[in-house]
């Protein structure tokens, strides 16, 4: 680790005037900076900065600076994004991981880590070595020839399908982004990861009122049960009268460079009876478009399995 300016301020107005990288639960940062893949000169620590609270009086709005456990743990909070926070990483990760921290997080790909390999996101135009190599983690949807990491949140993958905002302040004002837009595919500028502007914090996110959205679950296939990242993942809500599908939220996580969302897989759900047939039927149209490398064209059918057995799981008393 090289060495570097530590600074804390304490006010919204000052974290977005003051330079530097920031800092929250460091949890990604630090063990990027460790690797050397990341050197900044100033790093921001804004741990005293007001970002915090968790509301559910109307919808959910959650400061950026909570905690990833206090978020899982709070009563009104949809199960989706309470069940891919606890399915994420370790109980003392999730202890000092902020929510902001975890939607910024980078791609977990083992040439981005690596400062020895070439890697476009880490240096522009060095190339992509996982295209070729060992890739059997990495994405089949929303690749580009630059890059095909995905994208490591669990979290963004459940907020994602429940069409969360993020308020993001700066010292030109506060404007929201939808968080499935935030993110960006890499195309050929992979490096450029999101629509965070320079001076930017995200200050809350914020899941509109979806009053069926208790109804909600988020299933995470990896190889093992703890501590490891997605192959594939599915977050699913679903409004259900009279045994048939009124409407419905689907997003992926594992097989896309951002958080997927699926939206007809959801067109078919509408509408549509609560039996294995149908799931299937709409499970069928989310690996559409996919572009499956020499390692990883299980993820295809894992895919569309990992989104049944989350319908499944969600509608076990609706059949």
């Known amino acids: ?25 460091g949890t990604t940062l630090v063990d990027l900076m460790k690797l050397n893949v990341l050197a900044p000169s100033q790093v ?4 005293e900065v007001p970002l915090r ?3 559910t009086a109307d919808g959910l709005r959650i400061g950026a600076l909570e905690r990833m456990s206090d978020i899982a743990g709070h009563p009104g909070v949809y199960p989706a994004i309470s069940r891919a926070l606890l399915l994420s990483a370790s109980q003392q990760i999730r202890n000092m991981a902020s929510i902001g921290g975890n939607l910024m997080q980078r791609t977990r790909c083992s040439y981005f880590r690596d400062v020895t390999m070439p890697c ?16 059997r983690m990495h994405a089949v949807l929303g690749t580009s020839e630059s890059c095909v990491a995905t994208h490591a949140s669990d979290v963004a993958v459940a907020l994602v399908a429940l069409d969360a905002e993020l308020r993001l302040v700066s010292a030109a004002g506060t404007r929201t982004v939808e968080l499935g837009s935030f993110y960006r595919l890499p195309g050929g500028t992979p490096e450029v990861e999101n629509e965070l502007r320079p001076g930017e914090l995200i200050a809350e996110v914020v899941v509109p009122p979806l009053e069926w959205a208790s109804n909600s679950t988020y299933v995470k296939v990896r190889d093992r049960q703890s501590y490891e990242f997605a192959l594939c993942s599915a977050a699913v ?4 009268r009279d045994s048939r599908i009124v409407d419905a939220r689907v997003a992926a996580g594992g097989v896309a460079t951002v958080p997927w969302r699926l939206p007809e897989v959801e067109t078919v759900l509408r509408g549509a009876p609560v039996t294995v047939a149908a799931f299937e039927e709409a499970a069928a149209l989310a690996a559409e478009g996919a572009r499956p490398l020499s390692g990883n064209g299980f993820k295809m059918s894992l ?3 990992t989104i ?3 319908l499944v799981e969600l509608t076990e008393g609706s059949r």
């Open 1 to 25: 680790m090289r060495p570097f300016e530590l600074t804390a301020p304490t006010t919204v107005e000052a974290a977005v005037t003051s330079p530097g990288t920031v800092l929250a639960g």
């Open 44 to 47: 921001l620590d804004i741990n």
């Open 53 to 55: 609270g968790i509301d």
């Open 120 to 135: 476009n996101r880490r240096e522009p135009g060095s190339g992509c070595p996982a295209i070729s190599g060992a890739n």
């Open 237 to 240: 809500a679903l409004d259900v």
């Open 303 to 305: 895919l569309r399995r």
């Open 308 to 310: 049944v057995r989350a």
